[in-house]
């Protein structure tokens, strides 16, 4: 038996057994060795594309910061530009309308005159300014109590057609359909102008009370305008502006009136707006 048991033996480990036995074993160390290749590229393609996309997110947002920096730097140069041209622009609006503004003043010294002052040649002296400064138009807009309004329209109206110069307007300038006067407009009135005689029938922003002043336009650089005797004291924002520049002037006169009782410089306050 114990014969047997070693034929049995070296034939298993003959020759060509073991050429299969080292065979098979190569071919399952080869398919360790491929699998792990594949491990490895797979590791390294995942690792890449992880590199990759933090670099990409980095460049992302480092390209993002630069364009919102960029965007932000090139406003804001564009903005100080913009809001230096349009003070400038503010400021030259500004001084046309005190220029002429000391033109009439100049002409008419005599502060109990007004508003029952015009002035000759207003159209060719103010276009002449105009060419100078930004503004479009300009006008002379007295302020007019309302117990002296039916005096002082009458006055107007003589200038206009009668006494004008070099040479009066048609007898039709600033007529509405109810006839003569300071006007507003309602649109829901049923005429062909849609104006009516404005006797200042409203209240002051200063106090509520009903108004004492209407501020008609007397003068424009375009002549005969139908925009003649239109109120701009009716009109909310501008009636605003006209109350508080009054406030300001009478507080300014009485500041003044109490420096120069006391032999002090006078205020150089501008209540212009």
Same mark, same amino acid.
């Given at each position: 038996m114990a014969g047997t048991? +070693?034929?049995?033996?070296?034939?298993? =480990?003959?020759?060509?057994?073991?050429?299969?036995?080292?065979?098979?074993?190569?071919?399952?160390?080869?398919?360790?060795?491929?699998?792990?290749?594949?491990?490895?590229?797979? #590791?390294? $393609?995942?690792? =890449?594309?992880?590199?990759?996309?933090? #670099?990409?997110?980095?460049?992302?947002?480092? #390209?993002?910061?630069?364009e919102y920096d960029l965007t932000v730097t090139q406003f804001e140069s564009i903005a100080d530009r913009a809001l230096s041209e349009a003070v400038e622009i503010a400021k030259q609006k500004r001084w046309s309308g005190i220029t002429m503004s000391s033109v009439i003043a100049h002409m008419h010294p005599n502060a109990d005159a007004y508003p029952f002052v015009t002035v000759f040649g207003f159209e060719s002296i103010v276009n002449n300014l105009l060419n100078t400064s930004r503004n479009l138009d300009m006008g002379w807009v007295p302020i007019v109590q309302v117990q002296d309004q039916s005096e002082w329209e009458d006055y107007i109206y003589d200038f206009y057609h009668t006494s004008r110069l070099p040479e009066p307007w048609p007898n039709t300038t600033a007529m509405s359909s109810f006839g003569k006067g300071i006007y507003f407009i309602n /649109?829901? =009135?049923?005429?062909?102008?849609?104006?009516?005689? +404005?006797?200042?029938?409203?209240?002051?922003?200063?106090?509520?009370? /009903?108004?004492?002043?209407?501020? /008609?336009?007397?003068?424009?650089?375009?002549?005969?305008? *139908?925009?003649?005797?239109?109120? =701009?004291?009716? +009109? *909310?924002?501008?009636?605003?502006?006209?109350?508080?520049? $009054?406030?300001?002037?009478?507080?300014?006169?009485?500041?003044?009136?109490?420096?120069?009782?006391?032999?002090?410089? #006078?205020?150089?306050?501008?209540?212009?707006?």
């Open positions: 048991g +070693d034929a049995v033996a070296e034939a298993s =480990l003959s020759p060509g057994n073991a050429a299969k036995i080292f065979s098979k074993s190569q071919g399952n160390n080869g398919r360790q060795d491929s699998d792990a290749v594949w491990r490895a590229r797979i #590791l390294f $393609i995942v690792c =890449l594309s992880c590199v990759a996309a933090t #670099l990409g997110l980095a460049a992302y947002k480092l #390209l993002s910061a630069t /649109p829901t =009135l049923n005429s062909s102008d849609h104006r009516f005689h +404005d006797t200042g029938n409203y209240n002051s922003t200063v106090d509520g009370k /009903p108004t004492t002043i209407v501020a /008609p336009i007397a003068q424009t650089n375009d002549g005969a305008h *139908p925009v003649l005797l239109f109120n =701009l004291h009716r +009109d *909310p924002v501008r009636r605003k502006a006209i109350d508080d520049m $009054i406030t300001c002037s009478e507080e300014r006169a009485q500041t003044d009136a109490s420096k120069e009782a006391k032999g002090r410089v #006078l205020s150089n306050v501008d209540c212009g707006v």
